[in-house]
């Protein structure tokens, strides 16, 4: 079939592409740039915050046999919101797909967007997901639960949370999940394209089993061969306060309404995902593949040791600039600065001037989301403080403390930050 993608840039859309194309389909990826990913026959521009007319969508489904919507947010953010995003152009794409007699259309829904359903991401999805049913289309809407894959963002989450040494627990981790592996998730919206038997049908995706939090934060450290866990349990008050203040926050993946989901739970039966597939799913213990392992233990172990390690060079140059402002004697100060070979009339310049520059640098260590200058700009600075002590001030190589010594692995640190920064 000639099929179109939305959503062709995303998680579920990148892997859905090999598939497909694995399979003889010809896929027209649809996105925001336009640019057509690996794979991909051709690629259009598209924009869901704006492209709420079926008739700017009748073009674009010339020559196509099946459409598949796997546009989704779990956030609302810049201009991105679950009414247009979710709701007023996918059903704009429905009624064109209608218009145009589109073969196949096959809706990514979620699990949990049915008649409970109370987040704001589910109500949007599960108000397209009524729309497509309401219209002469042979249609499947696919409702995923939790999905593992080992790029993706929430697969990196929990992998980062079972490897901390004391892993925190939202009200116990009672809850139940019943995530899907990435690869199960593919095949089946591919063998949905051809299987008639699952037309105008809602079909869960979901994993072999459900489990608990903690006991699939379990499974995960095993797989990473790191040994028994140790387990925080946070009380549900607490959660909720930091749900809270993840409300105001954009970029973080725990709000009200992520708790209030995971409170509800994400579980199904899996017997229809596994009658299409005709094989067995895949396993939370079998996630992490036995050659992956190594590689996943130390992205996880990174993702929180390094916000300690810049965290901590922070608090150092945050710590040396308040204690110049006057913590330790100005006077001892203005003798150290004087050895240096600073004129006397300079001192105030050049104690106030060096705190306040470390202060910034430690604020900026924080607040900057780009580091790769920052880090260049200290390396640079603790050289040419290292220098110059060492020329004027040589008995700090020998002291007790080593102030100088610490510069050492102060630029290590520092070094590894820039190398493992994000380009």
């Given at each position: ?17 090999r ?7 010809r ?40 459409v ?25 794409l429905?009624?064109?797909?209608a218009?145009?007699?589109v073969?196949r ?14 987040s704001?991401?589910h ?10 049913m ?50 199960d998730l593919a ?10 038997a699952?037309?105008?049908r ?29 387990f925080?349990?946070?009380p ?5 306060l ?6 105001a ?32 799913l895949?396993?939370?213990e ?14 996880a ?22 204690v ?8 001892s100060s ?10 006397a ?10 705190a ?18 920052l880090?260049?700009?200290?390396i ?5 403080y ?24 102060m ?13």
């Amino acid at each position: 079939m000639r099929v179109l993608l939305t959503g062709a840039s995303g998680l579920i859309g990148r892997h859905l592409i090999r598939v497909l194309v694995a399979q003889g389909h010809r896929i027209v990826c649809a996105t925001r740039s336009g640019r057509a990913p690996a794979g991909c026959e051709a690629g259009i521009d598209v924009d869901f915050t704006r492209d709420t007319n079926p008739e700017v969508w009748l073009p674009r489904l010339h020559g196509i046999d099946a459409v598949i919507n796997a546009v989704g947010i779990l956030r609302e953010r810049r201009g991105q919101t679950f009414a247009s995003l979710h709701v007023a152009t996918p059903c704009a794409l429905f009624d064109a797909c209608a218009l145009a007699e589109v073969r196949r259309v096959i809706q990514i829904s979620a699990l949990g967007a049915d008649e409970e359903a109370h987040s704001d991401y589910h109500l949007s999805k599960r108000q397209a997901d009524r729309h497509l049913m309401r219209l002469p289309l042979a249609w499947t809407v696919v409702q995923p639960s939790l999905v593992y894959s080992p790029d993706g963002t929430s697969a990196r989450l929990f992998t980062s949370l079972a490897a901390l040494p004391l892993i925190p627990l939202p009200a116990g981790g009672g809850q139940l999940v019943q995530p899907i592996h990435i690869d199960d998730l593919a095949a089946g919206l591919a063998l949905l394209l051809s299987d008639t038997a699952t037309e105008r049908r809602v079909i869960a995706f979901v994993g072999p089993r459900a489990l608990t939090l903690r006991a699939f934060l379990t499974e995960l450290r095993e797989s990473m061969q790191m040994g028994p866990p140790r387990f925080l349990v946070v009380p549900p008050w607490l959660v909720a306060l930091a749900a809270r203040v993840g409300d105001a926050s954009p970029g973080s993946l725990l709000s009200s309404e992520a708790w209030g989901m995971l409170k509800r739970g994400n579980t199904a039966d899996a017997r229809e995902l596994r009658e299409l597939l005709q094989r067995d799913l895949c396993p939370p213990e079998h996630f992490i593949a036995n050659d992956r392992r190594s590689d996943t233990r130390v992205t996880a172990q990174l993702s929180w040791l390094l916000p300690v390690l810049r965290l901590s060079i922070a608090l150092v140059w945050i710590g040396t600039g308040l204690v110049s402002f006057g913590l330790y004697p100005v006077a001892s100060s203005y003798e150290l600065l004087a050895r240096t070979g600073v004129p006397a009339a300079m001192f105030p310049f050049f104690l106030y001037g060096a705190a306040l520059f470390d202060l910034s640098l430690g604020i900026a260590t924080l607040a900057l989301r780009r580091r790769r200058a920052l880090w260049i700009l200290q390396i640079a600075l603790i050289l040419l403080y290292t220098v110059i002590i060492s020329v004027r001030l040589p008995e700090f190589w020998l002291h007790p403390y080593g102030p100088l010594l610490k510069n050492l692995p102060m630029l290590a640190a520092i070094v590894l930050l820039y190398a493992l920064e994000k380009r």
